[in-house]
């Protein structure tokens, strides 16, 4: 079965630091690939997208994300968090093959202490 | 520019009630989305237009009703809902069905009473 997990629900880390976001995924075909930002309210904001190509991706808000095949991960960083970046994130695959569907992971929600 | 907008930003309505939520893009994207998203959860979708044609229905209860009157509009008409119907709406649109990118509105909060 297709799924997309996010192994942690809540992340603290300290303003300056670095950031890591975990996103694993189980998919047949080879898939798109997505990170999503959500505020409190408010919509999804794309971050950033995998397609192919160099696995390296670059996004904005100063975030990117790798993808290994190998592990199937796609995995958020950022090397300076800001105050501003509290929010929860939500990777999510789709693929052509299943039309317009995203499968979304549960999320990771953020909290930045100054 | 990657707008989609969303109308009201807040809804309040009785179970007896009909309301009717509104989505707008103007990117020419032929593929709008509508997805409900409850607290402290991720998105799960409920309809998908593609060419102003009715594409996916994720098995969604009658009481809600969408419309795609043409290619920039995407409405969700609601009829009886439920207290379990609160949550945020979420409209979503991209260039085709299957593309890839969905590019997603600040959504709707429906609170039923």
């Known amino acids: 079965a297709q799924s997309v997990t996010q192994p942690d629900i809540h992340i603290t880390v300290s303003e300056g630091a670095s950031l890591e976001l975990r996103c694993n995924y189980s998919?047949?075909?080879?898939?798109?690939l997505f990170w999503y930002v959500q505020s409190p309210g408010q919509g999804l904001q794309l971050l950033l997208k995998?397609?192919?190509?160099?696995?390296l991706v670059q996004g904005i808000k100063g975030f990117e994300a790798e993808f290994k095949r190998s592990q199937s991960s796609f995995n958020l960083r950022k090397p300076s968090v800001h105050w501003s970046d509290a929010a929860e994130y939500f990777c999510?695959?789709?693929?052509?093959?299943?039309?317009?569907?995203?499968?979304f992971g549960q999320g990771t929600t953020l909290q930045v202490k100054p | 520019d990657t707008e989609v907008t969303q109308t009201p930003k807040h809804l309040v309505m009785g179970m007896t009630n009909k309301k009717s939520l509104k989505c707008e893009q103007h990117?020419?994207?032929?593929?709008m989305y509508w997805y409900k998203q409850k607290a402290k959860k991720p998105p799960e979708l409920m309809f998908v237009?593609?060419?102003?044609?009715?594409?996916i229905n994720e098995s969604v209860p009658s009481r809600f009703s969408p419309e795609c009157p043409n290619s920039s509009l995407l409405n969700l008409h609601l009829h009886a809902l439920q207290p379990e119907d609160s949550a945020l709406y979420l409209c979503?649109?991209?260039?085709?069905?299957?593309?890839?990118?969905?590019?997603f509105g600040p959504g709707t909060r429906l609170l039923v009473l």
């Open positions: 990117m020419g994207h032929r593929a």
């Open positions: 999510a695959v789709g693929s052509p093959s299943n039309t317009g569907k995203l499968i």
């Open positions: 995998y397609f192919s190509g160099d696995t």
């Open positions: 979503a649109s991209s260039q085709r069905e299957g593309d890839g990118t969905q590019y």
């Open positions: 998919y047949g075909a080879t898939p798109y």
């Open positions: 237009y593609s060419y102003e044609k009715l594409s």
